[in-house]
C-alpha cells in the first residue's frame, strides 16, 4: 500500500522525517511517495491545486495533505474516499477537494476516534499527531468509518478557484501560483487562448499592474531565444508565462493570485 504526502513545511526542519517516522512505526510495511514539501506556506490553494494535477499519476492509494494554516482552530480534520477507491486525509479548508472530485466523493469522516491518533494530540502539529496516524492505519485496511462520525461531502468547505474572463479578443487570467523556477501558472487552458486567437507562433501582449509587455505563445522553452517572455501550455494542460533561462515572476515583479490581460499583439 503506498501514501502519498503533500504538505508546506518545507525540508529544513523536521516536521516531515517525524511524519515519516510516526506512519512507519503503525505501518513499516507501506511506502510513502513524498509528492512535494515546497507549498509555500500556508498556501492552501496552491496545495489543492498541486494535488490535483498530480494525483492521476499516483498509485491508488491513500493520500495525505497537510497545508493547515487553521490548525488548532474549529476546522476539521478529515478522511475521504473517492469513486476510485482513493482516500484522503487533511484538514477541511479545501485542500482535499479538487483532487478527491475528479472521481467524485463516496463518503467522507470526521477523525474524530483516539484509538486512531497518537495519545497526546499537540495544538498545533496535527500532521503528526492526528493525520500521519490515521493515514498509517488507513493504509493498513482500517475501514474508513472506524476513524470517526460520517460527514455530509456536501457541507465540507471548499475553495474559491477563480476563473478566467474570456472577450472576442481578450482573457484575463488570475495567477494560481508560482514555481520554483519563477514560472507564473495561469487559470487558462490551451482552449481557452484558442478561443481569442492565440496560437503558437502567435505574438502575445501580456498587462498587469498597468505595465505592458510582449511574449510570444511557444511549444517549448526551445521555441525561445534566452531572455523572450513565453506563453506555453505546461505539463499538467494549463497556460503559463515564463522566461526562457530566467524567472519570469520576478522579472515581471508577479504575485499569486494577481491578474494579468492576455490577447494577440496588433
Given at each position: 500500500m503506498f501514501i502519498t504526502f503533500l504538505t508546506d513545511?518545507?525540508?529544513?526542519?523536521?516536521?516531515?522525517?517525524?511524519c515519516h517516522g510516526v506512519m512507519k512505526r503503525i505501518a513499516p510495511e507501506i511506502e510513502i511517495i513524498d509528492i512535494t514539501h515546497g507549498i509555500p506556506p500556508q498556501a492552501v490553494l496552491q496545495g489543492a491545486l498541486v494535488l490535483a494535477s498530480t494525483i492521476g499519476y499516483m498509485p491508488v492509494g491513500v493520500h495525505l495533505a497537510v497545508v493547515d494554516p487553521g490548525v488548532?482552530?474549529?476546522?476539521?480534520?478529515?478522511?475521504?474516499q473517492d469513486a476510485g477507491d482513493r482516500?484522503?486525509?487533511?484538514?477541511?479548508?479545501?485542500?482535499?477537494?479538487?483532487?478527491?472530485n475528479r472521481a467524485g466523493i463516496v463518503t467522507a469522516h470526521e477523525l474524530a476516534n483516539p484509538e486512531y491518533a497518537l495519545g497526546s494530540?499537540?495544538?498545533?502539529?496535527?500532521?503528526?499527531?492526528?493525520?500521519?496516524?490515521?493515514?498509517?492505519?488507513?493504509?493498513?485496511?482500517?475501514p474508513l468509518a472506524e476513524l470517526g462520525p460520517p460527514l455530509d461531502p456536501e457541507a465540507l468547505v471548499t475553495l474559491d478557484v477563480p476563473v478566467p474572463e474570456?472577450?472576442?479578443?481578450?482573457?484575463?487570467?488570475?495567477v494560481l501560483y508560482i514555481d520554483s523556477f519563477g514560472n507564473i501558472a495561469l487559470n487558462l487552458t490551451r482552449g481557452d487562448v484558442e478561443r481569442i486567437a492565440i496560437a503558437p507562433g502567435t505574438r502575445v501582449e501580456l498587462e498587469l499592474a498597468g505595465e505592458g509587455y510582449y511574449a510570444v505563445m511557444a511549444r517549448t522553452f526551445a521555441d525561445a531565444r534566452p531572455?523572450?517572455?513565453i506563453l506555453y501550455e505546461d505539463s499538467y494542460g494549463?497556460?503559463?508565462?515564463?522566461?526562457?533561462?530566467?524567472?519570469?515572476?520576478?522579472?515581471?515583479?508577479?504575485?499569486?493570485?494577481?491578474?494579468?490581460?492576455?490577447?494577440p499583439a496588433t
Open positions: 513545511f518545507g525540508l529544513k526542519d523536521d516536521f516531515v522525517g517525524t488548532g482552530g474549529p476546522r476539521r480534520p478529515l478522511a475521504l482516500i484522503y486525509v487533511g484538514p477541511d479548508n479545501g485542500l482535499l477537494l479538487p483532487a478527491a494530540i499537540s495544538r498545533t502539529f496535527h500532521a503528526r499527531d492526528l493525520f500521519a496516524p490515521a493515514a498509517a492505519h488507513l493504509a493498513r485496511g482500517v474570456l472577450a472576442e479578443s481578450a482573457a484575463v487570467a488570475t531572455g523572450d517572455v494549463n497556460m503559463s508565462v515564463a522566461i526562457s533561462r530566467g524567472n519570469a515572476a520576478r522579472m515581471l515583479h508577479v504575485v499569486p493570485g494577481q491578474r494579468i490581460r492576455i490577447a
